[in-house]
């Protein structure tokens, strides 16, 4: 297999737009292709993810709308949907493109929007990633899936609500140094632990907003490259999948599929959790990020409230996770949220992250979930 | 055994998992192969209903339709053969919540709807 590197990164400001999703994505490809320095006419092929637009835009067949947009119509096209883990399965199928041999240079990404419909609506539409059979009739909600789960571990651990609000406190100071975060301003302990219950033992505050965004990464194989300077290597990316149901998980404490996508990204990296100097993971929920610490094997199962509440995982602190703001500040944007995270990634290995920069990191690490935990995305990069 | 035929059992008050003819694995819903020993021998067997909060919420926000419905409980159960099963939790105080409250299966309709629900054991 071929070595692959992302050689181009493009962002939108996350929030509220009055743009649709296609166009917002065109617009964070458009800033890859110029980040990477290529011309548009060297992209093969688009791998691209939106989950919702058949709801909320009334569109599917996105993705050559997408490329249409982009000024590229006739690039072949794909459009991934795997809950909030969708671009994140798009980069590892366009890495897989490239490390096969098929295609040289391949544009990935995935954009999301939202605020155009009542949250009931999105709440509704979201619960669409949950099982239709038995979970959706049960009204169980996406912060009702991640409440079980941390229902679970105070109970098996002794994690507090203090603990998960000491990650909301840390991603919104975080997103005060991204000027593309969704939110952009501290919040206090006490506004986290004081706002209104969602699912019980989820606050407000606990959850990541619902977001408007795209994200796009424009990837190549080594030969192409090497010709540029700003490139960051994929050292690995591993998928994993569980039950889709809930009742079936074998211990609501855990994320298995967590564990099991970052033992096979660790071990195609040739890396291990020590190697990691700078983590995005999904914060979708604070629970979440807590679990995921603990499943990516860096802090003994239990121990992820503690780290969040003694600052380990802060900018400065041992092991800086999510200096992007995270979902729970910077914003998720479902279909983007994957590459958005790799962009992160990728601009604090190449030393641009500016002052959320994580002084000499060398490897990073992004995390994606999708829905009640079914899928799961991890992928290791590196500097040469 | 279909989804179609564990929900008409359900609206009749009856719980029905399947079992596997080969290693005894017991499952809720119905499904191709077993995940244990991969064979696709399985036969339905009737549940007793009775089993024991493994994790609860309280739903305060919903989905579109279902406003008027919160705020409602939603527990995972280990029912007493051993398998799991999600559903809503009716007639239980929510501070009376807690892992390991017995709780017994009982079908519960909301507009039309008929869902997997636990009551007071």
């Given amino acids: 297999m071929r070595r692959v590197a992302v050689i181009g990164v493009g962002v939108t400001k996350f929030g509220k737009h009055d743009r649709t999703s296609a166009e917002l994505f065109a617009q964070a490809a458009a800033e890859a292709i110029l980040d990477a320095g290529i011309a548009p006419s060297a992209i093969q092929a688009l791998y691209f993810g939106n989950v919702t637009g058949g709801e909320t835009e009334r569109q599917l067949h996105m993705a050559p709308l997408a490329a249409t947009l982009l000024g590229l119509p006739t690039v072949p096209t794909t459009r991934f949907e795997n809950a909030c883990a969708t671009s994140h399965v798009a980069f590892r199928h366009a890495v897989m493109e490239i490390a096969s041999g098929v295609s040289d240079v391949v544009l990935v990404g995935g954009a999301e929007r939202v605020l155009n419909v009542p949250t009931e609506s999105a709440t509704e539409f979201f619960a669409y990633c949950s099982d239709a059979s038995i979970e959706q009739p049960a009204g169980l909600t996406f912060p009702g899936v991640f409440a079980l789960i941390a229902r679970a571990h105070m109970d098996k651990y002794g994690t507090t609500e203090e603990q998960m609000a000491h990650v909301a406190v840390k991603n919104h100071r975080h997103g005060t140094l991204n000027p593309k975060a969704q939110f952009q301003k501290e919040i206090s302990l006490e506004t986290v632990l004081k706002s209104a219950y969602v699912a019980d033992p989820l606050k407000l505050y606990d959850c990541c907003p619902f977001t408007d965004g795209g994200a796009a990464l424009v990837l190549a194989s080594e030969d192409v490259a090497r010709k540029h300077r700003r490139r960051i290597w994929v050292l690995g990316s591993h998928a994993a999948t569980d039950t889709m149901f809930v009742h079936e998980k074998r211990d609501l404490s855990r994320v298995t599929a967590t564990e099991r996508a970052a033992q096979g990204a660790y071990r195609q990296a040739g890396k291990t959790p020590a190697d990691v100097n700078v983590v995005e993971l999904h914060d979708c929920f604070t629970i979440a990020e807590i679990v995921a610490t603990e499943g990516l094997g860096f802090f003994e199962p239990g121990t992820g409230g503690l780290a969040a509440e003694k600052g380990w995982t802060s900018l400065g602190g041992r092991l800086p996770v999510n200096p992007s703001g995270g979902l729970k500040a910077k914003g998720h944007p479902i279909g983007a949220t994957g590459a958005a995270q790799i962009a992160e990634i990728v601009t604090q290995l190449r030393g641009e992250a500016g002052p959320r920069q994580v002084d000499g990191a060398s490897t990073g690490l992004t995390h994606t979930l999708g829905g009640n935990t079914a899928t799961v995305l991890v992928s290791l990069f590196g500097r040469d | ?121």
């Fill in chain 2, 1 to 121: 055994m279909h989804l179609k035929d564990f929900f008409a059992e359900v609206r009749a008050g009856r719980l029905t998992g399947i079992r596997c003819g080969r290693c005894g694995a017991l499952a809720i819903p119905p499904k191709e192969f077993c995940e244990q020993c991969q064979q696709r021998e399985w036969q339905p067997v009737p549940l007793g209903g009775a089993g024991t909060v493994v994790s609860f919420t309280v739903i305060r926000v919903a989905p579109r339709g279902r406003s008027a419905e919160v705020p409602y409980a939603v527990a995972v159960v280990r029912l007493e053969e051993g398998v799991s099963l999600l559903g809503r939790v009716v007639d239980v105080p929510f501070d009376a919540l807690k892992a390991g409250l017995p709780v017994r299966f009982r079908p519960v309709e909301i507009g039309g709807q008929t869902m997997i629900g636990f009551g007071p054991a």
